[in-house]
Each structure stands twice: as structure tokens, then as C-alpha cells.
């Protein structure tokens, strides 16, 4: 099974998950996750360990933050992940999004409102990966024109990784149907 992790203030119902439901279609899930991220992380462990205990390979994919926690969930329990314009250092990229007191941020996907504070960004420093046990177990796909995200830290910090750099594109990385084959390889589905 696939997990798609989406990004932050997104939902499991965006468009790049629906373009990868609709090529993987009963082999990947999309769960839509809380912007909390203590709650985000332990309910995608509690989805790869109920996989797991019935002996079924899972595999991982996100997108930005999705990407941040596909890398901690897959370097925890030896997965296999793609990650897609993974923000790396998310407790600092997201400081502009933190809201302050009686503000709300906005969900992209449906325009709902929610609170991102200083101990929710902070919180994201528990789920760092300082060494990634096996970096060939990871495809990083990267988009020069990420305007969100600067491509070279996770350039950097997944150098090791299976890397492809790509010039042009966004944040949504633009095209990713063109990598579904890719991935489907890479996750030896």
C-alpha cells in the first residue's frame, strides 16, 4: 500500500492526490491529516504499523511537509519513499505561516481555518532526520522554481537520496504525472 502524505495546509482531497489516486487507484491511500503535527505523525504511524502487522509492503510519498514526514516515517520503519519539494527544515519555513494569537491560517484545499502556533512549529524539530539509515530507499524529486521552498537545502541534505533536480516547475511541482512511471518502478509496485 501507498501512503500520500500531503503538504501543510492542504488536505488529502487536493489535486496532486487525486492525479496520483487516479494512476495508483486501489494500491495508494490519502489521508487527510491534522495541521497539529504531533497528531499528523502518530496517525500515519498508526496506518503504516496497522499495514505492517498484516504483512502488507507499505510504501510513502509527500509532498513539502508530506515530504518531511515521509522521510521520518520511512527512515523509522525502513520504507521506501518518494519525496516531492520536501521541505527540510520545516520548524523555519513555516515560521511565516505561524499565526499570532487569535489568528488563523487557511487550508488550501477548502479555505477552513486553523491554528499554526510556536509549539506546533516547534514541534516538527522532534521528527528531524539527522541521518537517513538507507538513502537508496528514497527518490527526491526537486523543482529548480519551487517558489515556496529553497530547493538547494533539500539538495543538500538529500544529496544521497535518489536525487532528480529539475529546472522550471513550483512548489506543486509541476508535471508530476510525467513521474508516475518512475515511482511505480521505484516502489517496485
Known amino acids: 500500500m501507498i501512503i500520500y502524505i500531503h503538504g501543510f495546509g492542504s488536505a488529502g482531497f487536493g489535486a496532486k492526490a487525486q492525479k496520483f489516486l487516479e494512476y495508483f487507484e486501489d494500491e495508494i491511500i490519502t489521508p487527510s491529516l ?19 502487522h498484516r504483512d502488507e509492503k507499505v510504501s510513502l510519498i509527500g509532498s ?3 515530504g518531511f514526514y515521509a522521510l521520518y516515517l520511512a527512515n523509522k520503519y525502513n520504507l521506501k519513499a518518494v519525496l516531492i519539494n520536501p521541505s527540510v527544515y520545516p520548524w ?51 523543482q529548480m522554481e519551487d517558489e ?14 535518489n536525487l532528480e533536480i529539475e529546472e522550471g516547475g513550483n ?19
Open 34 to 52: 491534522s495541521t497539529i503535527p504531533n497528531l499528523a505523525i502518530s496517525t500515519l504511524e498508526q496506518i503504516i504499523e496497522a499495514f505492517l
Open 64 to 66: 513539502s511537509l508530506g
Open 148 to 161: 515556496v521552498l529553497d530547493y538547494t537545502q533539500a539538495e543538500e541534505k538529500l544529496f544521497e537520496t
Open 92 to 142: 523555519i519555513t513555516l515560521e511565516s505561516y505561524r499565526q499570532d494569537e487569535n489568528e488563523l491560517a487557511t487550508n488550501y484545499y477548502d479555505n477552513s481555518k486553523f491554528e499554526f502556533n510556536y509549539s506546533h512549529s516547534q514541534s516538527l524539530l522532534n521528527f528531524e532526520v539527522k541521518e537517513i539509515k538507507k538513502p537508496k530507499n528514497f527518490l527526491t524529486l526537486l
Open 171 to 189: 512548489h506543486s511541482f509541476d508535471g508530476i504525472e510525467r513521474y508516475f512511471r518512475k515511482v511505480d518502478s521505484f516502489l517496485n509496485l
